[in-house]
């Protein structure tokens, strides 16, 4: 399969609508000094032609810094640079470039670094993806004092050419000039992958790409289970790339691609490669932490048990990535991995590479790490530097810290609708009623992109009949209030048949289904069954007479097991007393799956549905936090939101 066609452009990114609220603090309250300069620049550049500089030094002084792109909620963007201290801490972030609202998207960015002219200054560049379907590749030098010129765009292709969300990027001097350059893998997605490679020129603007490496889907080679990092790992002058590959399910193996004189890569060589290690638990950075002159790979474990450990891969006489040791280590609750940033980098100038991070709080405060190297290429526990405090504004989860290369986002989750209940004071007299629990309401879950609903499971008097509905109440519905406990399916002259939706439901009309017939419908529309058995069941299902007891038990079980061959059907309860004997009779009915691998809980409980709709920017941070936590390149996790429109909009540009 041929490459991408390429072409040029110049175009400015379209201008687009802001994505989020407008509510709230327009700028982080930073420092709005300007970085200050340094006499050692003219030293740096010296220093990059002998390819000895250390990497992304934004004000020349011979540290490495650290650069990040914070989007804020009114449109604007902002580059801030962390300069470097002498202890290798970072001092507060000051604003590096600008740019007002409604010229860039941040999702529609793939951001790297690196010395893109060769002048021993750190630069940036970054594709972005316009909504047309255009992709273009910016660059934007440093002045050698913290601050960036503004972006000029060297290459560009037409809608149709390349695809954004294709590219992965990674930025290293890969052919050894002394500028850097990017690497990008790019995914045909039922094709063939690609990895092209893009010189720099000496302006620090990008050559066309050329292709080195290709290899088809039916060899195994899939983008999403694999993550990438660059560094010089056998010394020789050129950067080359390092993967950890997931091949197969709870199998890891890490690759390495040699840099080639002309920039382009050697066939892989294989390395160590472990059983038992997850996927998604693994981040990866890379650095000279020992300063030998050759970069290691490095892994960061987060186990299951909470503990993270950084492990240290170099490459052997053969080529291979291997003779793991462990670099740090942390026990359970020290780190949680899905509120880091990490970016490797010389941050005290000792000629060792630390690793740093931005750190996101519970309390939404975020904080500058660094991990400082030792003589023996470990690292020390982390020193902590800047803090934002309340009245700063840094929200985590828009900030993006740049690095010199990015891995695939995760696969888009699968979503599941939920239907909000008000919360407060009388919130039952504000229950407009948008449960899901009838076709109508799954129908519309769908059309929000939904693959799945949660819904509510009660039983009629005596276990009669297994239904779908919310409130412990026939509030909400046409005819005489009565308890759903208390009331008969079709017999009576308060039955539950047949009562309708009041007129201010979106679903005005609709009708109570029975558990049966609720999955048929969700089955015919292939919707994914999430059933909350509410509490109310409680005293029939453990305390009832026997025959009503385990009338109500089958009730509940059977049209699981009827369904189950053909369609996803999961069952729980937050009944702290019905949960045992729910499980024990769901495992003894061989349906254990519908007990397993449920959705995640992803809306923040501090801000929960209201009548009116509160909107959801307020958990545009609490989704972030939740895709950064269970997203896997892997797998497509269940999500679920009383939010489904507002999630799925979200999620543009931020999953694949």
């Known amino acids: 399969m041929q490459g991408p066609a390429v072409g040029a452009g110049t175009d400015r990114p379209a201008t687009v609508a802001p994505q989020y609220s407008t509510t709230g603090p327009e700028w982080p309250a930073v420092s709005s000094a300007s970085v200050s300069g340094s006499d050692d620049a003219p030293r740096a550049a010296t220093a990059s032609a002998a390819g000895t500089a250390p990497r992304h030094d934004y004000n020349g002084d011979g540290r490495s810094d650290m650069a990040s792109w914070y989007d804020y909620s009114k449109g604007q963007d902002t580059i801030h640079t962390f300069t470097a201290r002498a202890?290798?801490?970072?001092?507060?972030?000051?604003?590096?470039?600008e740019i007002p609202k409604d010229n860039f998207w941040a999702e529609h960015m793939k951001r790297v670094t690196g010395d893109f002219n060769g002048d021993g200054i750190g630069d940036i560049a970054a594709f972005y993806g316009y909504d047309t379907g255009k992709v273009s590749l910016f660059t934007w030098l440093g002045?050698?004092?913290?601050?960036?010129?503004?972006?000029?765009?060297?290459?560009?292709?037409?809608?149709?050419?390349?695809?954004?969300?294709?590219i992965n990027a990674q930025a290293g001097d890969f052919n050894g000039d002394g500028r850097d350059d990017i690497a990008a893998w790019y995914d045909y997605r039922k094709g063939d992958d690609k990895l092209f490679t893009f010189l720099a020129n000496p302006d620090g603007?990008?050559?066309?790409?050329?292709?080195?490496?290709?290899?088809?889907?039916?060899?195994?080679?899939?983008?999403?289970?694999?993550?990438?990092?660059?560094?010089?790992?056998?010394?020789?002058?050129?950067?080359?790339?390092?993967?950890?590959?997931?091949?197969?399910?709870?199998?890891?193996r890490l690759m390495s691609f040699s840099g080639k004189p002309d920039g382009g890569f050697a066939e892989p060589v294989t390395g160590w490669q472990a059983d038992g290690w997850q996927f998604d638990r693994v981040s990866v950075v890379s650095g000279d932490f020992d300063g030998n002159g050759r970069d290691e790979f490095a892994t960061w474990?987060?186990?299951?048990?909470?503990?993270?450990?950084?492990?240290?891969?170099?490459?052997?006489?053969?080529?291979?990535?291997?003779?793991?040791?462990?670099?740090?280590?942390?026990?359970?609750?020290?780190?949680?991995?899905?509120?880091?940033?990490?970016?490797?980098?010389d941050y005290n100038g000792d000629g060792r590479d630390d690793v740093g991070a931005l750190y996101g709080y519970e309390n939404k405060l975020v904080a500058a790490l660094t991990f400082t190297a030792r003589a023996d290429g470990t690292l020390a526990d982390a020193l902590h530097s800047w803090q934002s405090t309340e009245a700063d504004y840094w929200t985590f989860a828009r900030v993006a810290t740049i690095e010199r290369y990015n891995s695939s986002l995760p696969a888009c989750p699968a979503v599941f609708g939920h239907g909000g209940y008000p919360h407060g004071d009388f919130s039952y007299d504000r229950d407009v009623v948008r449960q899901p629990n009838h076709p109508t309401g799954l129908a519309q879950q769908k059309s929000w992109g939904a693959m799945g609903v949660?819904?509510?499971?009660?039983?009629?008097?005596?276990?009669?009949?297994?239904?779908?509905?919310?409130?412990?109440?026939?509030?909400?519905?046409?005819?005489?209030?009565?308890?759903?406990?208390?009331?008969?399916?079709?017999?009576?002259?308060?039955?539950?048949?047949g009562r309708t939706i009041f007129a201010?439901?979106?679903?005005?009309?609709?009708?109570?289904?029975?558990?049966?017939?609720?999955?048929?419908?969700?089955?015919?529309?292939?919707?994914?069954a999430f059933v909350e058995l509410k509490k109310e069941t409680e005293p029939l299902l453990l305390n009832g007479e026997e025959s009503a007891r385990e009338a109500g038990w089958n009730e509940v079980i059977a049209p699981i097991a009827e369904?189950?061959?053909?369609?996803?059907?999961?069952?729980?309860?937050?009944?702290?007393?019905l949960r045992p004997e729910l499980e024990k009779r769901v495992r003894a009915a061989g349906l254990g799956a519908s007990l397993e691998d449920h959705p995640h809980w992803?809306?923040?409980?501090?801000?929960?549905?209201?009548?009116?709709?509160?909107?959801?920017?307020?958990?545009?941070?609490?989704?972030?936090?939740?895709?950064?936590?269970?997203?896997?390149p892997v797998t497509s996790v269940p999500m679920v939101t009383s939010w489904t429109s507002d999630f799925t909009t979200w999620l543009n540009g931020k999953c694949r």
């Open 87 to 97: 202890d290798g801490g970072f001092a507060p972030p000051a604003p590096g470039w």
């Open 143 to 166: 002045k050698g004092n913290g601050t960036f010129a503004d972006y000029f765009t060297s290459w560009s292709v037409e809608p149709g050419n390349w695809t954004f969300d294709a």
């Open 205 to 252: 603007g990008f050559a066309s790409p050329f292709s080195s490496f290709a290899r088809t889907e039916a060899e195994g080679w899939k983008v999403e289970r694999m993550k990438f990092a660059t560094g010089d790992f056998d010394g020789d002058g050129r950067d080359d790339l390092g993967v950890v590959d997931s091949y197969e399910a709870g199998t890891v």
């Open 301 to 345: 474990y987060d186990y299951a048990d909470g503990r993270d450990i950084l492990f240290g891969f170099g490459l052997d006489a053969a080529g291979k990535l291997g003779g793991q040791r462990e670099l740090f280590s942390a026990k359970a609750g020290d780190y949680d991995r899905a509120r880091m940033y990490l970016v490797s980098g």
């Open 454 to 497: 949660e819904a509510d499971l009660r039983l009629t008097k005596d276990g009669t009949k297994a239904v779908m509905w919310h409130n412990e109440t026939t509030r909400g519905l046409s005819g005489t209030k009565f308890d759903i406990a208390e009331m008969r399916w079709a017999t009576g002259a308060d039955q539950l048949k």
């Open 504 to 528: 201010r439901s979106p679903y005005a009309g609709e009708t109570v289904h029975t558990f049966r017939e609720w999955l048929v419908s969700a089955g015919s529309m292939q919707m994914a």
């Open 563 to 577: 369904k189950a061959a053909t369609q996803r059907i999961m069952i729980y309860t937050l009944d702290d007393a």
């Open 602 to 632: 992803i809306d923040d409980p501090k801000f929960l549905w209201d009548e009116p709709d509160p909107g959801a920017s307020l958990q545009f941070p609490n989704w972030q936090y939740k895709l950064n936590k269970y997203g896997s």
